[in-house]
């Protein structure tokens, strides 16, 4: 709550809205059988996982913006100790640092959460706020880390 200088109330509802959605979510896909049918469907897929294949592409390409949203994730970690989408947001929308400058971060930023034939591939997670790298990637990524970022420009 020190970095987004949210209430406690603010924070409670937050994560009270996050809670309701996610149940309402889970409990009316288990009451749909074209649901049910569709993750069937989508499990076969080829593209699941398909970010593995592309951070290695993204890590040579610092002035793509999959590349730059990586980097703030980084970034937002080794200052904050964790990520949150407003702090990857900030980072992103500095026009003094082209090295991370996103015109549209909200819309790359939700396609990296993505998994779908259309998305760039699942990247993160998140619960509205906090962000994660989704645990099929995480491995790949890390793997990758120091080509989107070493931690040389915390200072600037």
């Known amino acids: 709550m020190n970095l987004t200088k949210d209430s406690e109330n603010d ?6 809205k996050w809670y309701i959605a996610k149940v309402f979510e889970k ?3 288990e009451y749909n059988p074209k649901a049910l049918e569709k ?12 970010a ?4 290695p592409i993204w890590a040579l390409k610092p002035n793509q913006y999959n590349h730059k949203i990586i980097r ?8 904050a100790g964790q990520a949150t989408i407003t702090m990857m947001e900030s980072l992103c929308s500095d026009k003094e640092h ?5 015109p549209t971060f909200k819309n790359n930023y939700s396609q990296m959460k993505l998994d779908g034939p259309k998305s760039h591939g699942k990247v993160f997670e998140d619960d509205g706020e906090n962000v994660w790298l989704w645990s099929e990637i995480e491995d790949t990524l890390l793997k990758y880390k120091s080509s989107f970022y070493s931690g040389e420009d915390k200072n600037e």
């Open 11 to 16: 924070a409670i509802e937050k994560c009270m």
């Open 27 to 29: 409990a009316s896909q």
């Open 39 to 50: 993750k069937v469907a989508d499990a076969s897929n080829d593209y699941y996982g398909k």
């Open 52 to 55: 593995n294949q592309r951070i």
């Open 72 to 79: 703030a994730y980084f970034m937002a970690v080794e200052i």
């Open 98 to 102: 082209p090295e991370l400058y996103i």
